[in-house]
């Protein structure tokens, strides 16, 4: 397989919390790649799952701040009320547009502007949530050549949004939440 | 480039000449975003093919617009926000005899009613001038009316009291079919205005500007550009106050401010400029 990723893209919902508290961790310290998170959240404004993630992650945890760079190596987690973009110029920009399915961060608006900036060389992971955010988007991934990935529903807390990507039928692998991080792994070193 | 790309930026400067709306500059992702999304709308098949409508039909250029510009916007939106103002705006502004204020990119004024509410109840409204600008006539008609959905009642009045307001919130609106429209006093000394911050020049000696959620719009050289027509605008010590996500601090006039509040994203300019020179204003 390709190992020429620049990026991931990941998109969680309902049950997030956990699951990356428990996925994230695994991503060893010297992990190549930018991780880019929409997590789905109600509180807007506070820095409380940056913080409590980077108590147990190896990599940096952060906020994406408006025009910054992305950088190799750091998870980049949305800030809650505002979309998150990434420019081609690969810099993150950010929106107050309407949600999109009812979400503000969106997934697909992370998903189909990264697709637009990395083509093939993107990661495009969708886990559990009560929604379909991230179809559209994990759609676009394909199409331009990435690698899509859905946990698989019946590992999930809440299977909807696993199960609506892969009804799309453009997810590549199915996956344990506990194992992805290895695969990724896996599908980097192979040449 | 690829072929969307070279699509948009045809486009982009069909619309710049035409009509002198410059968006060459914004942050490109939102903006291939809301012109695929115009796309969709048009029934046509490639970005190119809205060049000629957009050139020849003033109606679909008017619709164009509107799916280009981010109106979303609420009632003290980041009620802590406007905490912070009352607690560390105010109380300087309350030394001066006369205020004058501007809330650029205002979009249908519910940033600027907050305002004017703000300044009610601390006293200074009487003596307060506020300029309430934006590039898009259509949502600077309903800022003016000050006319809103009654369905946003219940999120605004939630915002007012977390923004430490002192009143119950009815007091400044009253409720018909379905809308609520807030009371003519609140509009008395606002000015409201179409202007471009891509195009037009600035306001003189201002104590206090709001510009929130506009500039992330923008590309950090068009940034630069607009922050520097709020620096020649601001008087000395003046005060920006910007979107909660929107920093100061990548651009050109970031060393001549302190942060007054860095979470809140209120900023005061902090030297005055002599002949090139900078110097401290004590
Ligand atoms: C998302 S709204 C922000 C409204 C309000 N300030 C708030 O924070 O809720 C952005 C506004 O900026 C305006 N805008 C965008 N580009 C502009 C420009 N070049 N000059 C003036 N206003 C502009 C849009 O028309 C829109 O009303």
Redesign the pocket.
Known sequence: MRNDFQAIVMGVSAGGFNALHTMLPLFPRDFPLPIIIVQHRISENNTFLEESLNRVCQLTVKESNEKETINPGIIYIAPGGYHLLVEKDLTFSL???EPVCYSRPSIDVLFETASLAFGPRLIGVILTGANDDGSEGIKKIKSKGGLTIAQDPESAEVEIMPRSAIETKTVDFILPLEEIPSFILTVLEDS | MDNEDIEIKVLLEAVRLKYG???TQ?ASASVSRRVKKALSESGLEKISEMIPRIIYDRKFFNSFVRNL??????MF??PLFYCELRERVIPYLQTFPHIKIW??????G??VYSLAILLKEEGLYDRSMVYA????DI?LESAEKGIYPADNIQKSTKNYQKAGGRESFGKYYHADYGSAIFDRSLKKNIVFAN??????SGFGEMNLI?????M???NLE?QNH?FQLFDSSLCNNGFLCL?SKETIDLSVIADAYMPVSKKHRIYQKKIHRQGGTLKNAE
Do not use: K, P, W
């Open positions: 929106s107050v547009d | 709306y410059d968006f914004y510009s981010i109106n979303v916007t609420e939106r980041d809330s650029a990119g205002v979009s249908s519910e940033e600008t934006d590039f898009n949502v202007h471009n911050l891509v195009t037009d709001l510009c929130r959620n506009v992330i719009y923008f068009l607009v979107g």
